[in-house]
């Protein structure tokens, strides 16, 4: 039986990593004894040069688009410019691909290109967290996740940043061959075959700015130092010598928030600072966030970021 015919989209000025990652799940180097696919290299441009970003290196491609034309799956492994447009050679190509029935894969940025070619309208998909605003304002018919790995909807397959196109590209390795095989992969490379959580762990958390509200900024700078306590909205309205509804009125518009949803943000911002820089149990660092106990604490963190506290502190503590 033919093996799963695999065409990889290479263009001028690739990421040498998004690259990679689909040439060593779906080459013969990472399970020699067991063929898995055909991988083929596609280049849009046959007559244009090949190099990577940055690095100076140059591939020769296997063939130009017409190879799209037997492909089974359809990678495109990133996009180096997400204001630049996919020729209308490629997009046509890769409609032709889906209509034929291939599955279609983008890769972080290469989600891009496959909703230039209207593949992703109606559809969920994935792409890097820090595009997520860009890509939401050029393509609004697309439902973005910014929290998930990866997204299979239908015979699209889109990833998240850089490391999310392993997970993405060993899930496809589950679907055509099941989870033993994937498994092996996986311990090859030593991998894990399957993350727990989503980006919204590893999105960057910064500080906001302040506010153009002189009052509300002097209240933030209080909260910040005294979220361990309770706070009514009564006590707050009084302590920025505002009527309640005058104080919730300013608060929502300088912050774009309810002060319910700004404390919450702050003391899981809070809690995630204590997970990674002390060895503090659970109970303790609830308490000084300023939630009523752990229970609390473990249930806000799971619906935020998608992993325990236990679990972020494993990834990202200092010890």
């Excluded at 891009?112 to 609004?140: I, K, M, N, Q």
Aim: with cysteine.
């Amino acid at each position: 039986m033919a093996l799963p015919l695999v065409a990889l989209i290479a263009y001028p000025d690739f990421s040498l990593f998004h690259f990679s990652v689909p040439q060593i799940i779906f080459g013969h180097d990472i399970l020699p004894e067991q063929h898995l696919f055909d991988l083929k290299t596609v280049s849009p441009n046959p007559d244009g040069d090949l190099h990577c970003r940055g690095h100076g290196m140059q591939i020769l491609a296997d063939g130009t688009l017409a190879l799209l034309a037997a492909a089974d799956i359809v990678i495109v492994p990133g996009w180096p410019d997400v204001d630049e447009a996919p020729s209308p050679e490629l997009l046509a190509a890769l409609q032709a691909a889906y209509r034929r029935g291939a599955y279609m894969v983008g890769l972080c940025l290469g989600t891009y290109v496959l909703a230039h070619a209207g593949l992703l309208d109606g559809r969920r998909a994935a792409t890097h967290w820090e595009a997520e605003a860009d890509f939401s304002a050029r393509f609004p018919n697309v439902a973005l996740d910014n929290n998930a790995l990866y997204i299979h909807d239908g015979r699209v397959i889109t990833s998240a940043g850089t490391a999310a196109s392993l997970d993405c590209c060993l899930y496809i390795v589950r679907e055509f061959y099941g989870v033993q095989t994937a498994n092996k992969i996986a311990r090859r490379m030593v991998v894990p075959p399957h993350r727990e959580g989503g980006q919204a762990q590893f999105i960057e958390q910064p500080l906001p700015q302040s506010t153009q509200n002189a009052h509300i900024n002097r209240l933030l700078d209080f909260l910040r130092t005294h979220l361990h306590q309770p706070h009514s909205l009564d006590d707050l309205a009084g302590r920025a010598a505002m009527s309640r509804r005058t104080f919730t009125r300013h608060f929502q518009k300088a912050t774009g928030l309810s002060v319910g949803e700004w404390l919450l943000q702050e003391r899981l911002r809070r809690s995630c600072e204590l997970l990674e820089a002390t060895s503090l149990p659970v109970e303790k660092i609830a308490e000084m966030a300023g939630f009523s106990h752990a229970v609390s604490l473990r249930k806000h963190f799971r619906e935020r970021f998608k992993v325990t506290p236990s679990a972020w502190r494993r990834q990202f503590g200092a010890s």
